[in-house]
């Protein structure tokens, strides 16, 4: 005989694959540019600067759904940019909107990292490993921050800020896929480097896979 729990855990085993099979995937390729060596600084350093350009090396491409709603990220985990060897780990991290980020220090040295992007305009001092709390920042508006050490001039790295929680990261073949989108028309945004974001339209269908290149 079912019973009334019975009937509850069915229907939400039901709702959620109904839900599930609602979502709609965004899968593809974008053809990334060829590794840029480091004209200006030192290959060990993950960001090369090309003029004006700044891009991640080796290149990645960053997708992302742009026209859903926004939606601020207060309860998103806490991301990390590390200074470890004179360096940014990662030297590109992408967040959604709201997500506080901290910059510890894991050099036997002091750094002072800064950001004059419009995006985001912030100076942490000079702040030695051992220094707690960690310094961090909270990043509130969409946009590209470019970091820098006021002590160790080679160091860059870039934070990709999104208001959508909708973004990943290619693979280094530029493959990628978007899951749990929600199905309506939207803009759908590849990010290659600080000088180029390739666009395509899309209209997603719910439980629909759809394939979408940027050749």
Same mark, same amino acid.
């Given at each position: 005989?079912?019973?009334?729990?019975?009937?509850?855990?069915?229907?939400?085993?039901?709702?959620? +694959?109904?839900?599930?099979?609602?979502?709609?995937?965004?899968?593809? @390729?974008?053809?990334?540019?060829?590794?840029?060596?480091?004209?200006?600084?030192?290959?060990?350093?993950?960001?090369?600067? #090309?003029?004006?350009?700044?891009?991640?090396?080796?290149?990645?491409?960053?997708?992302?759904?742009?026209?859903?709603?926004?939606?601020?990220?207060?309860?998103?985990?806490?991301?990390?940019?590390?200074? #470890?060897?004179?360096?940014?780990?990662?030297?590109?991290?992408?967040?959604?909107?709201?997500? #506080?980020?901290?910059?510890?220090?894991?050099?036997?040295?002091? $750094?002072?990292?800064?950001?004059?992007?419009?995006?985001?305009?912030? =100076?942490?001092?000079?702040?030695?490993?051992?220094?707690?709390?960690?310094?961090?920042?909270?990043?509130?508006?969409?946009?590209?921050?470019?970091?820098?050490? =006021?002590? $160790?001039? $080679?160091?860059? +790295?870039?934070?990709?800020?999104?208001?959508?929680? $909708?973004?990943?990261?290619?693979?280094?073949?530029?493959?990628? @896929?978007?899951?749990?989108?929600?199905?309506?028309?939207?803009?759908?945004?590849?990010?290659? =480097?600080? #000088?180029?974001?390739?666009?395509? @339209?899309?209209?997603?269908?719910?439980?629909?896979?759809?394939?979408?290149?940027?050749?």
């Amino acid at each position: 005989m079912i019973g009334w729990r019975d009937v509850l855990y069915l229907s939400g085993l039901l709702g959620s +694959a109904s839900a599930a099979f609602a979502q709609a995937t965004l899968e593809g @390729r974008v053809e990334l540019p060829k590794s840029r060596g480091a004209p200006v600084i030192n290959q060990r350093y993950s960001i090369v600067s #090309k003029g004006a350009t700044l891009a991640p090396d080796p290149p990645v491409a960053i997708l992302y759904l742009e026209g859903t709603p926004t939606k601020v990220a207060p309860s998103a985990p806490v991301q990390q940019m590390v200074q #470890k060897d004179l360096a940014f780990q990662p030297g590109l991290l992408v967040v959604q909107v709201g997500t #506080k980020v901290e910059f510890p220090n894991q050099d036997d040295t002091y $750094h002072n990292i800064f950001s004059y992007s419009a995006a985001k305009r912030f =100076d942490l001092g000079r702040y030695r490993p051992d220094e707690r709390p960690i310094p961090s920042q909270v990043f509130d508006a969409p946009g590209l921050v470019t970091l820098r050490c =006021d002590i $160790h001039e $080679h160091m860059r +790295a870039l934070i990709l800020v999104l208001a959508t929680p $909708h973004f990943v990261k290619t693979a280094p073949d530029g493959s990628y @896929r978007l899951r749990g989108l929600p199905a309506g028309a939207y803009t759908l945004r590849a990010w290659i =480097d600080s #000088k180029t974001t390739l666009e395509k @339209r899309v209209e997603l269908k719910s439980g629909q896979t759809l394939q979408v290149n940027f050749p």
